[in-house]
């Protein structure tokens, strides 16, 4: 069965500065997709952004970007210019690729709450 | 779009009684899940539907939990009884789709049992 682990409960950053989440997953499967998504406190999950395992370039989007590592089985989460509004928890996701009717479940890991300081 | 919604945001009740939570997905989405989400056990998966269908009922933690889509923009879950274990935060989620589709999330429900 796959497995996701955010090894970090939390973390913090100051205001306009870069921060990585780190998340491992283990897995014998070859293709796959891999998410993060955001939690404020409102509680709504947001997602933040997407990657499919047989694409080599890192997925972007704006000041979002991960670093997979499909070898190591690693996927981080980079946020350059650290806003107040980014302060959340944030989980990493693994889903399967389908080859049948059943999609593959959407797992999770146990999230990091990110700090922003003023 | 209106975005998956779900009710009540808030539900407390007694142990023993019964519980029903709702949840509309989006319109067109072909994919419907129900999360738990609690400090101890993270996001767990409780069931998925395909078109209606039950797929996976695997995360159901026991008979006291039952969930059901009558149609396609439709789906209830029911806690019979409660217990005061059961208090977390339920989520229902639509995608149309497989794979890459993102998830579409509601606002969860607060269950809260005492």
């Known amino acids: 069965a796959q497995t996701v682990t955010q090894s970090q409960p939390e973390m913090s950053v100051q205001e306009a500065e870069t921060v990585t989440l780190s998340c491992t997953y283990d897995?014998?499967?070859?293709?796959?997709?891999l998410f993060w998504y955001k939690q404020p406190p409102s509680r709504q999950m947001i997602l933040v952004i997407r990657q499919e395992a047989y694409k080599q370039q890192n997925a972007t989007e704006n000041r979002f970007s991960v670093n997979f590592q499909k070898a190591a089985k690693s996927f981080s989460l980079k946020i350059s210019d650290s806003q107040l509004g980014d302060a959340a928890m944030y989980f990493c996701a693994y889903r399967s690729v389908p080859k049948t009717y059943n999609t593959g479940k959407l797992i999770f890991g146990q999230g990091t709450t990110l700090q922003v300081k003023p | 779009d209106a975005g998956v919604i779900q009710s009540p945001r808030h539900e407390v009740t007694e142990m023993g009684q019964e519980v029903t939570l709702r949840c509309k997905p989006i319109?067109?989405?072909?994919?419907l899940f129900w999360y738990r989400q609690t400090m101890m056990r993270g996001l767990e998966l409780l069931i998925y539907f395909n078109n209606n269908v039950p797929i996976d009922d695997s995360g159901m933690p026991e008979d006291r939990f039952s969930a059901k889509m009558p149609n396609a923009s439709f789906s209830t879950l029911k806690i019979q009884p409660s217990e005061p274990r059961d208090s977390a935060v339920y989520f229902c989620?639509?995608?149309f789709g497989q794979g890459d589709s993102p998830l579409h999330f509601g606002n969860g429900t607060r269950l809260t049992v005492t």
């Open positions: 989620a639509s995608s």
């Open positions: 897995t014998s499967e070859s293709d796959y997709y």
């Open positions: 319109s067109g989405h072909d994919y």
